[in-house]
């Protein structure tokens, strides 16, 4: 019996990883496997400074992520695409925070070259200053129909050190210029430096948003709690090896 039972074991352990680690079990209850990208700036990262290092994507980089995405036929979804509740076998999506100048002028275009989606989460308060996006480009991106913008506040403070009132002005001022500016209803949001609690997504869920972002690592969403959505970090040296093992793309497709 005992070889038997060893036997067992070993398959379990390798069905359980096979799953885990390639997405082959894309749903698990109301969990769906669902990599949701983070990126900042899509630029060349500087050689020291460490922690402004993690903030930065190369553009090389995100143009052969794009190629890979289209190759294996990886779906890129938006974060309102959520409400649809059907995820498919192969999802990604990709967010870029703060909304910074290089989003138009490096990410966007890749974006449409590919034919990809994206989620945009704009600081309102920082448009039209220097480095970050300006009005005008950002009605061009929200006009492409192929990126959905979202709210990152108005002025990017922690959340949970803010008053009831202060808290409320900034998700639905935010919510309201990004809306004004993109004719849009704008239903997606991202939580400044990922510093959240339960007062926060309450307040978030009155001013009208369905889906909200943090900065917890992970790569199922729970459509029970959308409100709370885990992100993956795009470090400067994420590549291949890693689109492969998320995807579970074997080297023979
Ligand atoms: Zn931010």
């Not at 074991?9 to 949701?36: D, H, N, R």
């Not at 070259?113 to 950002?138: E, N």
């Not at 992100?231 to 400067?236: D, Q």
Request: include cysteine; glycine fraction near 8%.
């Amino acid at each position: 019996m005992r070889p038997f039972f060893r036997k067992i074991c070993f398959f379990l352990a390798l069905f359980l990883l096979s799953g885990v680690s390639t997405g082959v079990e894309a749903q698990s209850g109301s969990k769906y496997f669902l990599p949701i990208l983070m990126f900042h700036y899509v630029s060349t990262p500087p050689a020291s400074d460490t922690f402004g290092r993690n903030l930065y994507y190369s553009v090389a980089s995100f143009k052969k992520l794009a190629a890979f995405l289209v190759k294996h036929q990886i779906v890129a979804l938006t974060m309102s695409d959520l409400g649809a509740g059907a995820i498919p076998k192969n999802p990604v999506m990709l967010t870029f925070d703060d909304g910074y100048e290089d989003f138009y002028t490096r990410a966007f275009p890749v974006i449409k070259k590919y034919h990809l989606r994206a989620t945009l989460f704009v600081i309102t308060g920082k448009l039209d200053k220097p480095s970050y996006l300006t009005t005008a480009q950002l009605k061009e991106i929200s006009d492409s129909g192929v990126v959905e913008i979202g709210s990152h506040t108005v002025t990017h403070p922690d959340l949970t050190t803010l008053s009831n009132a202060a808290l409320a002005q900034e998700l639905t001022d935010s919510k309201r210029a990004l809306e004004t500016m993109t004719g849009k209803p704008v239903v997606s949001f991202c939580y400044p430096l990922g510093k959240t609690n339960a007062r926060v997504q309450k307040a978030v869920a009155v001013a009208g948003y369905l889906f909200a972002r943090t900065t917890s690592h992970g790569f199922f969403i729970d459509f029970k709690d959308p409100l709370a959505l885990p992100t993956v970090r795009m470090l400067p040296e994420v590549g291949g090896k890693s689109f492969k093992n998320w995807w579970g793309v074997t080297g023979g497709r």
